[in-house]
T-cell receptor, first 110, second 111 residues
């Protein structure tokens, strides 16, 4: 079993739909990151969380430390949100290493 | 100004050659990283470098070596390139509890 599991692996939705991507982890962490990789390959860091909830524009990220679970939500989704969304956790035992989820490929159809 | 810049963006080279990928960050971050993204899109850490402390992923072949002339640079040298080295390589940087900033990636193709 991977230490970081994301679901779903693939998600196709219509423009305007509310999107949720889930991330569960099994190790002790000091932080959790959500990243976005565009079709062109570039990676953008969206959020870093250690507790609670963060919002940036139409993106919302939440984390429940007790349940070892995080969600990334996209409101009013748009075709430009189409990308791979990656959850990564910073292992508490290693300040430098990130453990990566496999990513969720999101396609938003117009 | 680009925060984390990698060069070159694309690199095509023959097996057996030695090549380098450069990475520079102008964010004042104290830790830099190299990641390899394989064909399944998994990102695997290769090296991290913090305050002159190098942490190596033990699964990385010793043909790969990082070189950090200063805090703002972490270059990746690869000797005797093999077909299996073809991948996208990402440089990144971070500072303490702040988030990561990634370079745009270098697509290496070994022929």
């Amino acid at each position: 079993k991977n230490e970081v599991e994301q679901s779903p692996q693939n998600l196709t939705a219509q423009e305007g739909e509310f999107i949720t991507i889930n991330c569960s982890y099994s190790v002790g962490i000091s932080a959790l990151h959500w990243l976005q990789q565009h079709p062109g390959g570039g990676i953008v860091s969206l959020f870093m969380l250690s507790s609670g909830k963060k919002k940036h524009g139409r993106l919302i990220a939440t984390i429940n430390i007790q349940e070892k679970h995080s969600s990334l939500h996209i409101t009013a989704s748009h075709p430009r949100d189409s990308a791979v969304y990656i959850c990564a956790v910073r292992n508490m035992d290693s300040n430098y290493q990130l453990i990566w989820g496999a990513g969720t490929k999101l396609i938003i159809k117009p | 100004d680009t925060a984390v810049s990698q060069t070159p963006k694309y690199l095509v080279t023959q097996m057996g050659n030695d090549k380098s990928i450069k990475c520079e960050q102008n964010l004042g971050h104290d830790t830099m990283y190299w990641y390899k993204q394989d064909s399944k899109k998994f990102l695997k850490i290769m090296f991290s470098y913090n305050n002159k402390e190098l942490i190596i992923n033990e699964t990385v072949p010793n043909r790969f070596s990082p070189k950090s002339p200063d805090k703002a640079h972490l270059n990746l040298h690869i000797n005797s390139l093999e077909l299996g080295d073809s991948a996208v390589y990402f440089c990144a940087s971070s500072r303490d509890s702040h988030g990561y900033t990634f370079g745009s990636g270098t697509r290496l193709t070994v022929v």
